[in-house]
């Protein structure tokens, strides 16, 4: 089955800075690729998602970027803010299963 | 509209004792799922409902776990003889359709404590 890796577990950037999370997928199968964010205490939310026919996706600051050869996706938040900061979850999914397949999530934390 | 709703949103509990945990997805949404988030960690999926068909028990971690999901809307997830190790938030979420890629939508969780 599917099995998605998520890195880094916690990732420090100066506000300002770009913060960028990757995840690597097994199932070459798997065609759709949210990413979720849980604020300290809140319900995870969906913030962008890219399916398998283009490569890369942007909405504002953040954008996602999808390598279907090698398998990986990435998170990129640009000029990043203090309400950047919670746990970023990336997912994927196939047409067999839409059950999301979840990664171990990323603590970004954003310096003032 | 409302969102996915969860009750009740604490439960305290004492080893031993049975627990159910209830959520109302979206109106119209025919996919539910029962995730657990324990302090600090990801989540971990426990069950899946898709319409009409079986549901998908594959995550439950033991048999004191189970979970029903009532003409299709309300679901129930019940943890019997409970655990310490149970605790944690246990989070429901339910998407537009059972096929396609949708969004999920999550309730705000219930966040269980066995004492």
């Known amino acids: 089955g599917e099995n998605v890796e998520q890195h880094p577990s916690t990732l420090s950037v100066q506000e300002g800075d770009s913060a960028v999370i990757k995840c690597t997928y097994s199932d070459s199968a798997s065609n759709y690729f949210p990413w979720y964010k849980q604020e300290l205490g809140k319900r995870p939310q969906l913030i962008i998602d890219?399916?398998?026919n283009v490569g890369e996706k942007k909405d504002q600051r953040i954008a996602v970027t999808l390598n279907k050869t090698a398998k990986h996706f990435s998170l990129h938040i640009t000029e990043t803010q203090p309400e950047d900061s919670a746990v970023y979850f990336c997912?994927?999914?196939?047409?067999?299963?839409?059950?999301?397949?979840w990664g171990a999530g990323t603590k970004l934390i954003i310096k003032p | 509209g409302a969102g996915v709703s969860q009750s009740p949103s604490n439960k305290v509990t004492e080893k031993g004792k049975d627990v159910e945990l209830r959520c109302d997805p979206i109106s119209g949404h025919t996919a539910l799922y029962w995730y657990r988030q324990s302090l600090g960690q990801g989540l971990e999926f426990l069950i899946y409902?898709?319409?009409?068909?079986?549901?998908?028990k594959s995550g439950l971690p033991s048999d004191r776990f189970s979970a029903e999901r009532t003409g299709g809307s309300v679901s129930t997830l019940t943890i019997q003889r409970t655990q310490q190790e149970d605790s944690a938030v246990y989070l429901c979420?339910?998407?537009?359709?059972?096929?396609?890629?949708?969004?999920?939508?999550f309730g705000p969780g219930t966040r269980l404590t066995v004492l």
């Open positions: 979420a339910s998407s537009s359709r059972f096929r396609g890629h949708n969004e999920q939508f």
């Open positions: 997912a994927a999914s196939g047409d067999s299963n839409y059950q999301l397949i």
């Open positions: 890219i399916r398998s």
């Open positions: 409902f898709q319409g009409n068909s079986a549901p998908d």
